[in-house]
């Protein structure tokens, strides 16, 4: 079977399923550039027949795009691109057609099963020729992993977040409602609670995916958004009387004639909100969160809404979730009326939902920084019937909806005492370091490099948690700027404010102190959301290295500690269903890496320390 009667075969599976296996502009000009290259104009009728499933398909546009890369041919992009982009949008190609098309090209028909997608995912290491080909590896088809992934430890949360965990049903939905209000309630809170680390303050602003396959209940995670809403309908009933106010005004201000020049002309008021639309041009987002002082709040429940924006051809604001990650400044200019807007610090979270084909639209490698800066939960498929009749007949919106007014009194007042700061002990820095820092050395065992960042980047995020559950607790004390009042936690004056301040009670900075169980708590949430983030990378192209690690092998291996025999890793390996084989293959390329070493030559082997400093 030649190049054309395999995009014909292609073209036509695509068709049936009625699939757009290029929603963003980047893959888009990949496309054309795979067919022109190994199909010629032979390809264009099947370029546009692949195209015309997009809602956003003009032929004009295509076909300027299709004659622009018959011109400049890329030599690297070949016709197994399409098969690769077909499989991330969940096409099934049939495998005999992929064996008949065996061509000499790199990267070409015979070759798309050495990709990585994200409705097939290997979830075991690829099997490439190497110096160890002779002990070949299992993999598993499917995006879910072999070793279970683990839930967050029960823990006494505050008793906000107690009562939004309540209205789960399972422990992974009760997981993604801590971690989708955590997101949310950190939103509205912004800069006004800090932790110091890093060099700098972290605000509780956290960048959130929750990755599930169709219909395996991540529903639920919409609820957490009512929370906030009260505070973007204030935000937006005010927005609309100053704009109506503006409009009176530019009203008289027009029929004043020549005594216009003596007046000032009335100015549009700023659009303030707080609830943005992921589905954004990269200018729109920016005049948001500049118009909203800094801050914002992203929570779509289809992650591909946000991917289909960035990659349209005024998106492009992948860079936005990046810098307002680490708080930094934010500017664009209009060169056509000369306009330059900033905003100096910024507060923008982001809660998603979405399934495994559509992580990569949104992070195409990790090496683009948004996947170290996501915090990741990985939810099982439906195994199972489950009823779906509540038998209270509850109306959780209306209880979500009246925990958000109640969340909104909270927020003013913490507000309206200015700026609250997370002060760790010594111990509990310590502890900190130390818990990172195993997690550190387990993660280059397991990942190499690649998850360096991302570790570093959970340290971050788990301030920031610390920062805010340590406010909600205080928060549930009657008087929690009354320090001399109550034997519960409060708020207390920074030690910087002079004493004539504190006496007369103007105090605009305060110190928060966390308890030694929410400090525990919190710090329970880090493995788990190390190992749900470890699987969703096994879903990405792997970068410096070409033997990806995936959770199953990270768990394998956590499991059998700093020291191991030989013989307790086959067991290990047989309890956990691995492959001795495999066990033995991964084992070879950690010590050849130095990141486990013999010990006695005769079996015994331990972990090398890496430091994390």
């Known amino acids: 079977m030649n190049?054309?009667?395999?995009?014909?075969?292609?073209?036509?599976?695509?068709?049936?399923?009625?699939?757009?296996?290029?929603?963003?502009?980047?893959?888009?000009?990949?496309?054309?550039?795979?067919?022109?290259?190994d199909c010629g104009e032979a390809g264009r009728e099947f370029f546009h027949r692949l195209c015309r499933l997009s809602a956003k398909y003009q032929h004009e546009h295509a076909e300027r795009i299709y004659s622009n890369a018959l011109i400049k041919q890329h030599g690297d992009i070949h016709l197994g691109t399409v098969f690769h982009l077909s499989e991330m949008a969940g096409i099934e190609f049939p495998k005999e057609k992929l064996m008949n098309n065996q061509t000499s090209a790199t990267g070409t028909v015979s070759s798309p099963h050495q990709n990585l997608t994200h409705a097939h995912v290997y979830n075991k290491v690829d099997n490439e020729?190497?110096?160890?080909?002779?002990?070949?590896?299992?993999?598993?088809?499917?995006?879910?992993?072999?070793?279970?992934?683990?839930?967050f430890p029960t823990a006494d949360w505050p008793q906000l977040l107690m009562r939004i965990i309540s209205y789960g049903t399972t422990a992974a939905q009760q997981d993604i409602l801590l971690l989708g209000s955590l997101t949310t309630l950190g939103a509205s809170i912004e800069r006004y609670v800090r932790c110091p680390y890093g060099g700098r303050f972290q605000s509780p602003c956290l960048q959130t995916f929750i990755v599930a396959p169709s219909a395996a209940g991540k529903g639920t995670l919409p609820f957490v958004r009512m929370l906030v809403e009260p505070i973007h309908e204030e935000l937006r009933r005010q927005s609309e009387e100053e704009l109506k106010r503006y409009h009176r005004e530019k009203a008289a201000y027009d029929i004043l004639g020549k005594e216009r020049a003596k007046v000032e002309a009335p100015q549009m008021p700023l659009n303030k909100m707080f609830l943005i639309a992921g589905?954004?041009?990269g200018t729109g987002i920016l005049?948001?969160?500049?118009?909203?002082?800094?801050?914002?709040?992203?929570?779509?429940?289809?992650?591909d809404t946000i991917s289909s924006a960035i990659g349209s051809e005024y998106g492009h604001w992948s860079d936005t979730l990046r810098k307002a990650f680490d708080h930094d400044r934010l500017s664009y200019n209009r060169r056509t009326d000369r306009e330059y807007r900033e905003v100096k610090r910024s507060y923008l979270s982001v809660l998603l939902s979405g399934t495994p084909a559509q992580v990569k639209s949104l992070i195409p490698s990790p090496e683009n920084g948004l996947f170290s800066r996501q915090l990741f939960y990985y939810i099982y498929g439906i195994r199972a019937w489950v009823d779906q009749f509540d038998k209270d007949e509850t109306d959780k919106e209306a209880f979500f909806t009246a925990m958000g007014l109640e969340w909104e009194k909270k927020l003013k007042l913490l507000k309206a005492h200015g700026i609250h700061t997370l002060r760790l002990t010594d111990e509990q820095k310590q502890e900190f370091n130390q818990h990172f820092s195993n997690l550190f050395d387990r993660?280059?065992?397991?990942?190499?490099?690649?998850?360096?960042?991302?570790?570093?980047?959970?340290?971050?995020?788990?301030?920031?948690?610390?920062?805010?559950?340590?406010?909600?607790?205080?928060?549930?004390?009657?008087?929690?700027?009354?320090p001399q009042t109550s034997n519960k936690q409060t708020f207390t004056p920074d030690k910087d404010i002079a004493i004539d301040n504190i006496k007369d009670n103007i105090i605009t900075r305060w110190d928060?102190?966390?308890?030694p169980e929410d400090f525990k708590a919190?710090?329970?949430?880090v493995t788990p959301l190390y190992c749900h983030a470890t699987h969703i990378l096994s879903f990405l192209p792997p970068t410096e290295i070409s033997h990806r690690i995936n959770a199953d092998r990270d768990a394998f291996f956590d499991a059998l500690g700093n020291k191991f025999t030989r013989t307790q890793m086959l067991e290990q390996a047989e309890k956990m269903e691995i492959k001795a084989n495999t066990?033995?293959?991964?084992?070879?390329r950690l010590v050849k890496r130095r990141l486990i070493t013999s010990v006695d030559g005769k079996g015994s082997y331990a972990r090398v320390h890496v430091c994390a400093c």
């Open 3 to 37: 190049n054309i009667e395999s995009l014909y075969h292609l073209t036509e599976v695509v068709e049936t399923a009625g699939t757009d296996i290029a929603p963003t502009y980047a893959e888009y000009v990949q496309l054309a550039f795979a067919i022109a290259t």
């Open 129 to 151: 020729k190497t110096e160890d080909a002779d002990e070949p590896e299992e993999r598993l088809s499917g995006s879910e992993p072999h070793q279970p992934l683990p839930t």
């Open 279 to 281: 589905n954004n041009t």
């Open 287 to 303: 005049q948001n969160i500049m118009d909203a002082d800094g801050t914002g709040f992203i929570c779509e429940a289809e992650a």
């Open 443 to 482: 993660s280059n065992i397991a990942n190499g490099s690649e998850m360096n960042s991302s570790v570093a980047r959970l340290a971050v995020n788990t301030c920031r948690i610390m920062a805010e559950v340590a406010t909600l607790r205080t928060l549930e004390t009657p008087q929690p700027y009354c």
């Open 512 to 515: 928060i102190t966390i308890s």
């Open 522 to 525: 919190v710090l329970g949430l």
């Open 583 to 588: 066990a033995l293959t991964w084992l070879k």
